[in-house]
Nanobody, 124 residues
């Protein structure tokens, strides 16, 4: 079965950086699209960005463009979210998700598998 395990969250000051990891197991992910979402307290889960595993192409939500970068390591079956110039409004639980159809979408209902989430807190 597919398992996604996030790590790397923590507390950071505004302007700082964090790198989140999502270790994927249970399948061959070359045809998948992998995404990051986030959920702040009292808010809906929001799309952050995705990467098409085979092509490596990425797409980002407007507010994180130029600050966040998604990449993947084929050998480690791991997807990363590098977050720079962090802002207090980036504070949320960050989730990794996998879409077996591989289309690439911002719609969270299209994603089949989810990790447990990792907390990111940015202090001002």
């Amino acid at each position: 079965q597919v398992q996604l395990v996030e790590s790397g969250g923590g507390l950071v000051q505004a302007g700082g950086s964090l790198r989140l990891s999502c270790a994927a197991s249970g399948r061959t992910f070359s045809s998948y699209t992998m995404a990051w979402f986030r959920q702040a307290p009292g808010k809906e889960r929001q799309f952050v960005g995705f990467i098409r595993w085979s092509a490596g192409t990425t797409y980002y939500e407007e507010s994180v463009k130029g600050r966040f970068t998604i990449s993947r390591d084929n050998a480690k079956n791991t997807v990363y979210l590098q977050m720079n110039s962090l802002k207090p409004e980036d504070t949320a639980v960050y989730y990794c998700a996998a879409d077996s159809r591989g289309y690439g979408t911002t719609d969270r209902s299209r994603y089949d598998y989810w990790g447990q989430g990792t907390q990111v807190t940015v202090s001002s």
